[in-house]
């Protein structure tokens, strides 16, 4: 512990930036290990930047290698050029960093923080959207006296969980501004081409040289090697010029051990027709390796999961120990993500695979196209989610799930008990927004015919609160501001507005702030 305390003291534990951008590093960190430029895509970003573009857009096909591009391409940029200001942001290195609320409020942080400006940063989202501009234009003063230019590289933008439209993103760039996307193909690449002029580096499938470079490379590093006809049979399959592809299959070949079976277990693997389908053979490949149930429960789990699970939580869920697990995770850990604490899945591709294999899904289908047995595998998964974190202790981490599962399930009665309890309700209110609460209740008025006033006037008389406490007084007024968010504006509103107003005067006196507040509430 000293020796900790010394290297880590307490006196300079990171803050909220610095552990956000803790995990776009570890993000990156893996994604520089193993790269083979074969477009010459880092000489092409430096060029262009050379010549002063401004808005730099990466395309290419999903698991093509653009975050691993990107990863590169900045860590080289910020070698060369230690007086830029280059911030990377990767929207799957946690749950937050998808959000374009957080995205937008870290660039501001980080011009914050560089220029030493005491502008303070807008806490309302519209209001923090809107300031970007000016933000961006303090950020050009300062490179214009000091030298030197902003980057700001943002990886797989269309990993954005909102605001898909991109209303944000700034149309004009000052000068000394730069921004490289990297995107796939869809509304997010058709909303970048709305803000202007892009210089397009679009990254292509490996050429067959390089295919086997990276193959080889991937052996080399664990002293393995392929027999010839072995590897040219490989390099035939139509989705190996797909990097993912590639590395997946070489990772799963450097792990068996059993060499007269290589061909056969090579041919195995050939038979996949999708990246998904590949994945399907290595969840297959662990299962005989350390037990079918053992993987299918800890799969599904992820799989449901809103964000990933806690290895806490995976334990309690699943009943698996440290012992099941940690082999299990190391035989999958290029598909796993951990983010924030939370594992989930690195890419869709591992995705489809569990739905493929474990629900009986169809990656080809919307869940209306769904079979009846599959579509009730995937309410299974999320009620049974449903009800282990109802069993937790209700705080940060199981309110964000716990109605998210209901939703999923599409049980509507588990979703209307869990928002109209007091724990979850309060919960929700200090955790997740109002924003969150009222989208649940717009779903349940449009599928079950529920009523947020209604509702919350039976709920309010179950959870039986002491009369005339503050902490009453509290709820009630807070109960009552929802109602009000949500445009609710009837005579059980009122009543709450009432009870708040009475009980503050009668604990604070008529001169209290609270007392005020309640009075203006009203």
Known sequence: ????????????????????????????????????????????????????????????????????????????????????????????????????????????????????????????????????????????????????????????????????????????????????????????????????????????????????????????????????????????HPLVSNPLFLKTLAEELRTFGVHKELADRIDYYLTSKTLDDLFEGVLDRVEDDFGEKEVKDAMVGIWGSRYGLAETELFGFTGLVPATWAPIYHALEEAFLDSAGLITFAHDFMRIAVSDRYLEGNNTLPDEGQSAKALQLRRDAHVKLAKWFESQLIDERTVEEIPYQWLMAEDWKGLKACLTSFDIFYAMQKYRGEAELLYYWLVLEEEAGANIEDDYEVAWKEWKLKKDTDDTAETAQSLGNFLSYSGRYGEFNLELQRQALKIREKVHGPEHPSTATSLNNL
């Open 1 to 236: 512990w000293n020796v900790l305390d010394k290297e880590y003291p307490e006196s300079e534990a990171p803050d909220e930036f610095d552990r956000q951008t803790n995990k776009h590093n570890a993000y990156a960190v893996p994604r520089r290990r193993l790269f083979i430029d074969g477009g010459g895509y880092i000489k092409k970003l430096d060029k262009a930047l050379g010549s002063n573009e401004k808005k730099l857009l990466i395309k290419g096909q999903s698991g093509g290698g653009k975050s691993a591009l990107m990863a590169n391409w900045a860590s080289s940029w910020r070698a060369q050029h230690p007086k830029d200001y280059l911030l990377e942001h990767y929207t799957a290195s946690s749950p937050d960093a998808s959000r374009s609320e957080n995205l937008v409020r870290r660039l501001i942080e980080f011009i914050k923080r560089t220029t030493s400006s005491a502008d303070e940063i807008a806490t309302d989202q519209d209001k923090l959207f809107a300031s970007l501009p000016v933000w961006l234009s303090i950020a050009s003063s300062y490179a214009e006296k000091r030298g030197g230019r902003w980057i700001f590289a943002l990886d797989a933008l269309n990993g954005l969980q909102d605001i898909s439209d991109l209303r944000w993103f700034p149309t004009f760039l000052p000068q000394h501004i730069h921004i490289v996307v990297s995107t796939l193909a869809g509304e997010v690449e058709e909303a970048l081409e709305q803000k202007g002029r892009w210089r397009t580096i679009k990254v292509k499938p490996l050429s067959t040289n390089n295919r086997l470079q990276l193959m080889q490379s991937i052996l080399q590093n664990f002293n393995k090697t392929l027999p010839k006809e072995l590897e040219r049979k490989i390099l035939k």
